[in-house]
Structures are given as C-alpha cells and as structure tokens.
C-alpha cells in the first residue's frame, strides 16, 4: 500500500473502509484520510483540509444513517489529487444531505471540488431509506480556488 | 448544573480533557486537551458556558493540545464569541489543526489568537 509507484500511471490507487455507521469510528476513517495524503505528498494545509473534509462528510452521513447500517468511504489516489466518496443507507425515506448547514459551507471550503448525492432505494432492496452520499475531491496542494 | 472538571492525562477518542484555572484575579483560563468532533463538542460547549459565567475580565482558552477541530467545535467556539460580547476570547494555539480550520472560514477574525498562554495572560499591549 506504501509503494505507489508499482501502480500503473494514471491509474488511481483504491483504498475503502467500511464501518458501522457511527461517530465513534469517525476519528479511524479521518486518520486514514491524513494518512493516504501524507503518503501522497499532499502539502501539510491540504493534509489538514482533506482530514477535516472527510470528518465533515462522515459525520453528516452518520447523522442520517439508518440504525445499526454500514458507512462506506472510498479514496481514489491520484497523482495530483484525493477523491472521495462516502455514503451510507439513510434511516428514512425523505433523507438527503442538509447543504444548508454551517459544516456544509466548511466543507465547500475545505475541499475543491463537493457533491452531495442520493440515490432512492431500488425495489426488494434490504434497506427502505435512499442511499445518500457525499463525494468530494481535493489537490494535493496550493489548488486554484 | 456542571461537574467541576478533573485535570486528565491524556483523553480517549471520544473524550475531551477540558480544566479551569484562575491564574489570577483578572484572568480565568479554560485548557483544553483532545480532538475537538461531534463526539466532544457538547463537552466543550459545557466548558464554555461555564468560561463565559465568570466574570474574570478576560477570558483565555488554552486549545496548545487540541489535535482536531472540525466545524462542530468551531460552531461552538464562534458561539462562544458572540456571547462573550465585549469581553474578545483570547485563544492559545499554533497547532495548524486548529489554525487552519479557523483562518479558512475567517472566524480567526473573532478571537484574539495568541502563541502560548505567557501572552495571553500578559499584562495589556
């Protein structure tokens, strides 16, 4: 996972955690984030930035997870750049991400590039709510903002 | 009604370390230890309100061993702020963790940063 440079050109690394939806394991998802862009020679600002992005991300999702569901957070390390994608199953079917929030409008800032996504469940699915999710991309470094 | 806070070694995830000081008459300090996140900001939060019942004449927040701090604790600390009116909060930090969230939204402008607490228990410039 260290040596980057086995990777083919161009071609991303994929790195995924999944955990219980849950604050508590926000600080291990947001410790990965610092780890991959310290590994990525992200400079120590975009380092900050991305570790504070993806703690934003998780816990708005967390927040409308369904019970006891599952967080799923994948990174794609480009050379340039981190790009993320979080999501979980929501609780209830009206769920969406609030992006009219306080921590919504520091995520704008803190990352580059930020979407906020939701997808309805699809017939016979084992969860009822939408699937909702965050995806957000940051450069490794001074990026035009 | 608050528990008086215990000084603590090192806090866990999930646990922030927050104590009072009264290092002298003019001043109350509250020192903050731990990541500052939707699990600790109710913690802080409690500290604050408790920062902003004395009427010491200057408020100082010690946040030197704050590891983290995302917009919940911001959110938080920006409060803290406005309620604390006249009376400017000085923070002590130069942790970029703490710095940084802060120079981005602009809400450094709120606050009167300081390097250490020395500084920011002296004497008036």
Known sequence: MSDWDSHPPGEPSVVEVRTSATAALIPTIRAVASDLAARADFDLDAISDLRMAVDEACATLVDVAAPASMLQCTFRVHAEHIEVHAHVHAGSADATVSTDTFGWRVLQTLADHVEALRQDSVVGADHAGPTVGIRLDKHAGMPPR | ?125
Not at chain 2, 44 to 57: F, H, I, K, P, V
Not at chain 2, 87 to 116: C, H, K, N
């Open chain 2, 1 to 125: 009604m608050l528990d008086p806070t215990k000084p603590r070694p090192s806090p866990g995830p999930g646990e922030l370390g927050v104590t009072f000081e009264q290092p002298d008459a003019r001043h109350a300090l509250l020192v903050v230890d731990g990541e500052i996140d939707t699990l600790t900001a109710g913690s802080l939060e409690r500290a604050l309100t408790e920062l902003l019942e004395d009427t010491s004449e200057v408020l100082v927040i010690d946040l030197s061993a704050v590891t983290f701090l995302a917009s919940s604790g911001l959110a938080v600390l920006i409060r803290a702020a406005h309620q604390a009116g006249e009376r400017r909060l000085r923070l002590v930090s130069t942790a970029r963790a703490v710095r940084r969230p802060m120079e981005i939204t602009g809400s450094d402008q709120l606050f009167d940063l300081y390097p250490d607490r020395a500084a920011a228990l002296s004497p008036e410039e």
